[in-house]
């Protein structure tokens, strides 16, 4: 167990619509990162959040987006699906510093777009 | 910019046979992590090591090993009498040490190499 923790688990939804999936990151780390797994383009990273504010930005689409909250715990919002969104997608946190420090995986979100 | 290459996609043992997993890497940075991850087929990703692109000591953690060479940009892993339990996903990243705007410290995988133990 890595002290991280992401729900849902899995995710059945149509294309259209929009989800959000949720990630804790371990007792004080600071850093939340989202990557995405898929098929085709292995795994990808997406965002970075530090503290609460964003600190860089991957091949992330435009009809994603994230945030961090104070509490530290961050979402992914992703809109607009489409069947190619279909992914294992993984929250990891490091810290406390802004630096490449381990960065421990939650157990991820199987999102399925029908 | 950077990139990781585990040019083996599958490997197939037999039980209590040593596998290596190559891992080559390419970055213009002087400072740079080396990671190593699991991932079993239950889907998550376990860390397994970091290593720091100024320290090329190989490590040794029980089965479990790594061979660090700046010179060819490899960093690869060896499990020695493999077992079924060691049937994953396994995935070479690379970070850089210094703040990047685009990427921040974003791990860049490799595509992974599955390696199947059997009995």
């Known amino acids: 167990d890595s002290g991280v923790t992401q729900t849902p688990k899995h995710l059945i939804t149509a294309t259209g619509q929009r989800v959000t999936l949720r990630c804790s990151p371990r007792s004080g780390d600071l850093s939340v990162y989202w990557y995405q797994q898929s098929l085709d383009q292995g795994l990808q990273f997406l965002i970075q959040?530090?503290?609460?504010?964003?600190?860089a930005k991957g091949n992330i689409l435009e009809r994603f987006s994230a945030q961090q909250f104070p509490d530290l715990h961050s979402e992914l919002n992703l809109s607009s699906l489409e069947l190619g969104d279909s992914a294992l997608y993984f929250c990891?946190?490091?810290?406390?510093?802004?630096?490449?420090?381990?960065?421990?995986f939650g157990p991820g979100t199987r999102l399925t777009v029908l | 910019a950077q990139k990781v290459t585990q040019a083996q996609t599958e490997i197939s043992v037999v039980e209590k046979e040593d596998v290596t997993l190559d891992c080559v890497y390419e970055t213009r940075d002087t400072t740079y992590y080396l990671f190593w991850y699991k991932q079993p087929p239950s889907g998550e990703l376990v860390f397994l090591i970091r290593?720091?692109?100024?320290?090329?000591q190989n490590e040794i953690s029980g089965r479990y090993s790594w061979n660090f060479q700046k010179s060819t940009s490899s960093f690869n892993f060896t499990i020695t009498a493999s077992q079924v339990v060691d049937s994953a996903v396994y995935f070479c990243?690379?970070?850089?040490?210094?703040?990047?705007?685009?990427?921040?410290?974003?791990?860049?995988f490799g595509k992974g190499t599955s390696l199947l133990v059997t009995p």
């Open positions: 990891a946190s490091s810290g406390p510093t802004l630096s490449s420090d381990t960065q421990y």
């Open positions: 290593r720091n692109s100024f320290d090329e």
């Open positions: 990243a690379l970070s850089e040490a210094t703040l990047n705007s685009n990427s921040g410290y974003a791990l860049n």
């Open positions: 959040y530090y503290n609460g504010e964003e600190r």
